[in-house]
């Protein structure tokens, strides 16, 4: 889901015209993380359950909830089944990193974090809207 998520939001940007948003989110999403992942690497908060550095936060949380949460918002707004099965993939993916000892909760947590706000929100390249949308009403 790490690649799959993102792989079906593009296909749904560029569908929409809106790929180069979705790219300049997506770097940026990707930059965080890593930049995230250097600056504390070292730090307790950075120690994986295996006793490696760098985990601090997941990358595939991130960018398996930036994927889940633009298909949500964005492709899927009106077909709320859809949007719960994205988040739900996308949350499976966070909880197999912790099943497989590779992120603790809070680094599986601010991975997803970071992926769901850039996954959410749009910056407005290409039109005039910029907007935040999770696409799950209640």
Same mark, same amino acid.
């Given at each position: ?12 940007? #560029?569908?929409?015209?809106?790929? #180069?948003?979705?790219? %300049?989110?997506?770097? @940026? ?14 730090? /307790? ?9 760098? &985990?601090?936060? +997941?990358?595939?949380? =991130?960018?398996?909830?930036? &994927?889940? +949460?633009? @298909? ?17 993939? =996308? ?14 909760? /809070? ?5 997803? @974090? ?7 929100? +749009?910056?407005?390249?290409?039109? #005039?809207? %910029? +907007?935040?949308? %999770? &696409?799950?009403?209640?």
């Amino acid at each position: 889901m790490k690649y799959g998520l993102p792989l079906a939001a593009a296909i749904c940007a #560029e569908r929409d015209d809106r790929l #180069e948003d979705f790219a %300049v989110r997506g770097v @940026l999403q990707a930059a965080i993380v890593l930049g995230m992942k250097s600056y504390f690497d070292g730090r /307790p908060i950075s120690r994986r359950p295996t006793g490696e550095g760098r &985990g601090f936060p +997941s990358g595939h949380a =991130a960018a398996a909830f930036f &994927g889940a +949460s633009d @298909l949500a918002g964005k492709c899927f707004a009106d077909d709320v089944a859809a949007g719960a099965a994205s988040y739900g993939a =996308a949350a499976l993916t966070g909880y197999s990193r912790i099943h497989a000892g590779e992120h603790t909760v /809070p680094q599986v947590t601010t991975g997803a @974090l970071i992926g769901f706000s850039f996954g959410a929100a +749009s910056f407005g390249i290409g039109s #005039e809207e %910029v +907007s935040f949308s %999770v &696409g799950m009403r209640f």
